[in-house]
């Protein structure tokens, strides 16, 4: 044995990595039976959306979902459930920014009939488009000259691709 203090360092390494790669599996797991009703709500909304049901179908589609995440709220018990349930309400969030987007894209040819197709960015829109990097167009209201501004109407199926993503997310952590 050349030097005793680098062997007694590397044995002291080799057991912290193995204790920390095996930590994970030390903390309690997540209860799937807890949350089937919380996933099936989840569900729920996608395939009404991929159906193509109306907007008030999905509505109510999310607010189940939402109610079943409260439910959850002092049901999740470990921090991997915990991470699962916010996974769940960050879901949520973005199927309620294609729902605003879709509620602008209902109400906007009536305000703008010229502009079918497009979806007016108000106020509470712009926190969506800045979160997706939506490319605005400036508008020009002819009679006050007032600025403003849309972005096109398929910008909607980019929001849902990006709650398929997060069901991605959320099915990984359950398989954990």
């Known amino acids: 044995m ?11 390494i080799i057991a912290v990595l193995s204790f920390a790669c095996s930590f994970d599996q030390l903390e309690p797991g997540i209860d799937k039976n807890k949350f089937a009703k919380l996933n099936a709500a989840a569900l729920s909304v996608k395939a ?15 607010e189940i979902l939402s109610g079943e995440i409260t439910a959850m709220n002092d049901l999740a018990a470990t921090k991997r459930e915990k991470r699962l349930l916010k996974a769940y309400s960050d879901l949520l969030a973005i199927y309620r920014d294609g729902l605003l987007l879709w509620k602008y894209r209902e109400y906007f040819p009536h305000l703008a009939p010229e502009r079918k197709g497009r979806i007016y960015v108000a106020q509470d829109v712009e926190p969506i488009v800045a979160k997706y990097r939506f490319s605005t167009e400036s508008h020009v209201y002819g009679p006050t000259g007032q600025i403003w501004k849309s972005i096109p109407a ?23």
């Open 154 to 176: 398929d910008s909607i199926p980019i929001v849902w691709n990006n709650a398929a993503d997060q069901l991605v997310i959320i099915k990984n952590i359950t398989n954990y």
């Open 2 to 12: 050349k030097n005793p203090r680098s062997l007694l360092a590397m044995l002291i």
């Open 48 to 62: 009404s959306i991929d159906a193509g049901a109306s907007y008030a179908q999905v509505i109510d589609k999310a």
